[in-house]
């Protein structure tokens, strides 16, 4: 099969913008994310894409490109926008086409499958009178994944696990509609990808975007897809070489050993927990005190190393003591303590803080203070009776709605008001711990 690629815009022509977001830069990640995982994953497909880095391109040069290669399929992957108040995926075939063509049953495969994970409202299946889809001789399908100038949808977009999810669900939705076959020793996704620890394999990180885009082709050359990564990393930004996404860690370390194989010795693991696994405020913590300090330390040498009590604190309540941990940075910037709250009262939470006038509790030490964030978040995420063995330290546990707040995200205009996407911002927080930990 031979899927012609189309991230939207490029170069010159930035697409839709909002929240901090440009279209193009978000329709090129996903892109190149949905060619990794299909050309990883399943046999017999040949991928084109209309461009792979940040270039200029006529609608006519991508649809002659694909017409004259002789693609089986076009893909065209957008972003949407509409003033703010629209939000959700809605994705599109030719007005041209029956409901019952070959074009509209791919499209209800592909619209089921992406609903299924990328955690948008569904706008419908529609049909438009594009170019892509009226000038490609092949069948063509155009998803619309979120509406960039909506906060809502926003904040998923600058989310990686989301855009990874994204990509996941239309190379399965791909995968379906064309009866693709899974490659030997590469088991299905889970049916929700952004459920779990997705294991991405990196062929080397450069500080240089030019040696990085030197290590793709050498990876290209070898047989082996790969694609550059731009993170940042205490403030630098670090260009990885991603060779696959695998939620088996099993089969990402063979991919590591392939690597190896070819000479990349300074490929590795990076496991990353997705928003869904991470966005229950009850649960196992998975960062041990040892990441947890060391973590905060690149960004304040002269943090308080909390994350003993943390780690025991969150185990006692079965609460993310990891994830507790990413809010007490994000409340405190970091341990400085930049805000209304002053390091003396030991409030890592920010518990009845308001103002410079009323700054919240303070604490006898730190032991204490973390004992109350973790009071406060079992308030709200349990109906459950405060376990016995430490004394009530939290003074507005009594105030909270029980149960109220069974994830991190249902704490937005509770825990901070209005605090539209304060839960978003410590799952955030807490990716950016796992990816420079591990």
Do not use: C
């Amino acid at each position: 099969m031979k899927l012609y690629v189309d991230p939207g815009h490029g170069g010159k022509d930035p697409g839709a913008q909002g929240n901090g977001l440009n279209e193009k830069e978000l329709t090129l990640d996903i892109a190149l994310k949905l060619r990794s995982i299909l050309t990883n994953s399943y046999e017999d497909i040949e991928i084109k894409m209309s461009r792979m880095t940040d270039v200029s391109k006529s609608l006519q040069e991508r649809t002659n490109e694909a017409n004259s290669w002789g693609a089986d399929y076009f893909l065209a992957i957008h972003i949407n926008a509409a003033g703010g108040s629209a939000q959700g995926y809605e994705d599109y075939i030719y007005s041209g086409l029956s409901n019952t063509s070959t074009t509209a049953k791919y499209q209800e495969i592909i619209h089921s499958e992406v609903m299924k994970v990328n955690q948008l409202k569904d706008r419908g299946r529609k049909k438009a009178n594009f170019h892509v889809l009226r000038e490609s001789a092949m069948p063509a399908f155009l998803s619309e994944n979120g509406f960039i100038d909506n906060s809502h949808d926003a904040a998923l977009m600058k989310q990686d696990s989301w855009l990874q999810a994204v990509a996941q669900g239309h190379a399965n939705g791909v995968a379906a509609a064309f009866n693709l076959k899974r490659k030997a020793n590469n088991p299905p996704e889970p049916t929700n990808p952004v459920a779990g620890t997705l294991y991405k394999v990196i062929a080397g990180s450069f500080q240089s975007r030019e040696n990085a885009n030197e290590r793709v082709a050498f990876l290209g050359a070898k047989g082996i897809n790969a694609f550059v990564n731009p993170t940042i990393i205490s403030g630098k930004t670090w260009y990885r070489v991603q060779a696959g996404a695998y939620s088996n860690r099993e089969n990402a370390e063979k991919q590591v050993a392939v690597l190896k194989q070819v000479g990349i010795a300074d490929a590795f693991l990076i496991a990353e927990t997705s928003i869904a696994a991470a966005d229950s405020i009850l649960g196992p913590t998975r960062l041990s005190a040892e990441q947890m300090n060391s973590f905060v330390k690149t960004v304040n040498p002269d943090a308080l190393e909390l994350g003993s009590y943390y780690q025991d604190f969150g185990k006692f309540y079965g609460i993310r003591g990891d994830i507790a941990f990413a809010q007490a940075l994000h409340e405190t910037n970091y341990f400085r303590f930049t805000g209304v709250v002053r390091s003396e009262q030991n409030n890592f939470a920010g518990i009845g803080a308001i103002n410079v006038d009323h700054p919240g509790a303070s604490f006898a030490d730190s032991k204490d203070g973390v004992l109350a964030h973790l009071q406060h978040l079992f308030a709200y995420a349990s109906t459950e009776p405060l376990p016995p063995k430490y004394p009530l330290v939290d003074p507005r546990f009594q105030l909270v709605k029980r149960g109220s707040a069974p994830k991190w995200t249902d704490l937005n205009g509770k825990w901070a008001v209005p605090g539209t996407t304060y839960g978003q911002s410590i799952v955030d927080l807490y990716k950016r711990m796992v990816d420079v930990t591990f």
